[in-house]
């Protein structure tokens, strides 16, 4: 595989009811953000992009945090060997509790 190829990434099933929790209209946000975020470097530490010290439920080991005030959170792990990113939670933080899938999480 060709490094400038990028990582492949992918979607864990539960990821679909993660969206409906979240207005519609941020959908496409979503998307754009996770495929420039996530396709190249995805384990290079940034402002918005950091390794968990902890995992919430999903097994994740990193996290970016975008959109209007940094609201949304999308978890995921990096296989380095295959070239993968698991994205296996997308969630959104409204004031100081995180919901994922409509459903609040204890960070």
Do not use: C
Not at 18 to 34: Q, T
Not at 90 to 98: A, D, P, Q, T, V
Request: charged share 35%.
């Amino acid at each position: 595989m060709s490094p400038s190829r990028g990582f492949d990434l992918v979607y864990a099933p539960n990821v679909i009811a993660h969206l409906r929790a979240i207005e519609r209209k941020y959908h496409s946000l979503i998307r754009s953000r996770i495929e420039e975020q996530l396709r190249f470097e995805p384990d290079v530490e940034t402002k918005n992009r950091k390794p968990l010290k902890r995992s919430i439920a999903y097994e994740e080991e990193w996290e970016i945090r975008f959109g209007p005030g940094n609201r949304f959170r999308v978890f995921y792990q990096v296989d380095q060997e295959r070239q993968t990113v698991y994205i296996l939670a997308i969630g959104e933080k409204r004031r100081k509790r995180l919901f994922i899938g409509g459903e609040e999480v204890d960070t």
